[in-house]
């Protein structure tokens, strides 16, 4: 039997809470719930669940606190906000940035069911196809974040490993800084990061893929729009 997908339901309010992880069971999902941040980001942060929904307004710890946290442990970890409908179209972008979806409170059950759906099926277990990056010489094993160049052994961050998959699955054209930070990052461009991170992490990563770092072949400035993979294939 397929493994059933397990869904952490973060939601104060228990009326809908309860409701929500009844309906889930009931259509065949493994459901935990919390009813505050703090505990929902504890929760989250265990990382045995394939979907986090995801109320804003909570106590101890806001939902999108929670958001940047998670993305920060863990880019892909799919999650859905659940946004009252009073939302503005500010907060309805912020959402967009860091979350997977969203959806407007009060919510239809069989829309939530379908957005559920369609954000698991895109999920990581989906991924595994690019499990190794080719750059000429060096191959890097994207789940060990680990590299190898004749006999040299190479180690990258998460996020290293995370701009390098973007990259090389966008490779036909250069990305732009802001779109790294939105995708890579999961922050929106206003916040209070800036391009120049991405400049930074460019630069460290070049020390490492490229023979040359001055005159990188593989991770390749585009004057005006943004970085380029040049990858084998
Ligand atoms: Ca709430």
């Not at 946004?83 to 239809?108: R, W």
């Not at 196809?129 to 191959?139: I, N, V």
């Not at 190479?154 to 995708?183: C, D, H, M, W």
Request: glycine content about 8%; overall charge neutral; hydrophobic content about 40%.
């Amino acid at each position: 039997m397929k493994k059933r997908n397990r869904i952490l339901v973060v939601e104060d309010e228990e009326a809908i809470r309860t409701g929500l992880a009844d309906v889930l069971v009931y259509h065949g999902y493994e459901v935990d719930q919390a009813a505050t941040g703090p505990d929902g980001l504890r929760k989250a942060l265990s990382g045995k669940f394939d979907l986090v929904l995801l109320d804003i307004m909570l106590p101890g710890m806001d939902g999108y606190a929670i958001c940047n946290a998670i993305r920060e442990n863990d880019r892909r970890q799919p999650v859905i906000m659940l946004t009252a409908k009073t939302s503005d179209e500010e907060i309805i972008n912020g959402l967009k940035l860091g979350a997977d979806d969203y959806v407007g409170k009060p919510f239809s059950v069989q829309q939530l069911l379908l957005r559920i759906e369609a954000v698991l099926r895109r999920s990581p277990a989906g991924e595994e196809q690019q499990r190794t990056l080719w750059l000429g010489e060096l191959s890097i094993d994207t789940e060990n974040l680990s590299g190898r160049r004749g006999d040299e052994t190479l180690t990258f961050t998460r996020r290293e490993i995370g701009i390098l998959q973007y990259l090389a699955a966008n490779s036909t054209r250069p990305v732009p800084r802001e779109e790294l930070l939105l995708k890579v990052w999961g922050y929106a461009r206003n916040l209070d990061i800036e391009t120049r991170t991405v400049d930074i992490h460019m630069a460290k990563l070049r020390r490492k893929i490229e023979p040359d770092p001055k005159a990188p072949v593989h991770l390749v400035t585009v004057r005006g729009a943004g970085y380029r993979l040049m990858s084998d294939d």
